[in-house]
């Protein structure tokens, strides 16, 4: 069955603008969170829905905002840009919403900001 | 605070042992799971320990000691494929599945 879907893949933005980060998740989970990875600070949660709503944040800025649409889908913003939110934006989706559930995530949408 | 502490990078050669050690201080405990990432790929599950105790699949086991906050990865008979970054991360919350991660390990397989 097909994995998780990130796009874009890639992309460059400015200082300033603002970014749409989209996640398709695997067929049949509910739950999709999402995680930010950076060389220094390694892997990092931003934040996980479930059935449309949001269950938990981490410790980011309001900046970075989301939403999980009827289907799962997911996507993430970031406005504002800073140099600082250069990363590998991850996106994982997970079946169980407890115990277990182990997180299955994408290839990742690497955001560089000039 | 919640931390997850790990070596930053260890080196083996092919057919070796290596454990790869975990400490973690987080203000609850629902989970530890261990994910694997090559390099420009995504991360890949691995091992999950919710009890005490050894858990081993096939090359690789994990271990967990819930009073001491500490889990090991074991590799077996090491092949070069392993090289790799191994990542600690626990589930500290009952409600959802938010991962708090170490920074890794990369671990380096040489012949």
């Known amino acids: 069955k097909a994995g998780v879907t990130q796009t874009p893949r890639y992309l460059i933005k400015t200082r300033g603008q603002q970014v749409t980060l989209s996640c398709s998740p695997i067929s049949g989970h509910r739950s999709v969170s999402w995680y930010q990875q950076t060389p220094g600070q390694g892997l990092q949660f931003l934040f996980e829905y479930f059935s449309e709503t949001q269950r938990n944040k981490g410790n980011f800025p309001g900046r970075f905002s989301g939403r999980q649409f009827s289907n799962s889908r997911s996507e993430m913003n970031v406005s504002t840009l800073e140099l600082g939110d250069s990363a590998l934006y991850l996106c994982?989706?997970?079946?169980?919403?407890?115990?277990?559930?182990?997180?299955?995530f994408g290839e990742g949408s690497r955001l560089t900001v000039l | 605070g919640q931390n997850i502490d790990q070596p930053t990078e260890m080196t083996a050669t092919e057919g070796a042992i290596v454990q790869i050690n975990c400490t973690y201080q987080t203000s609850g405990f629902n989970g530890l799971f261990w994910y694997q990432q090559h390099a420009g790929e995504a991360p890949t599950f691995l091992s999950y320990n919710v009890l005490d105790g050894l858990e081993e699949k096939g090359r690789f086991s994990s271990f967990l000691s819930r009073s001491k906050g500490y889990s090991y990865l074991l590799l077996k008979e090491l092949q070069m494929k392993d090289s790799a970054s191994y990542l600690c991360a626990v589930r500290s919350n009952q409600a959802g599945t938010a991962l708090i991660f170490g920074k890794g390990t990369t671990l380096s397989v040489s012949s």
């Open positions: 994982a989706s997970s079946r169980s919403s407890g115990r277990g559930g182990e997180l299955f």
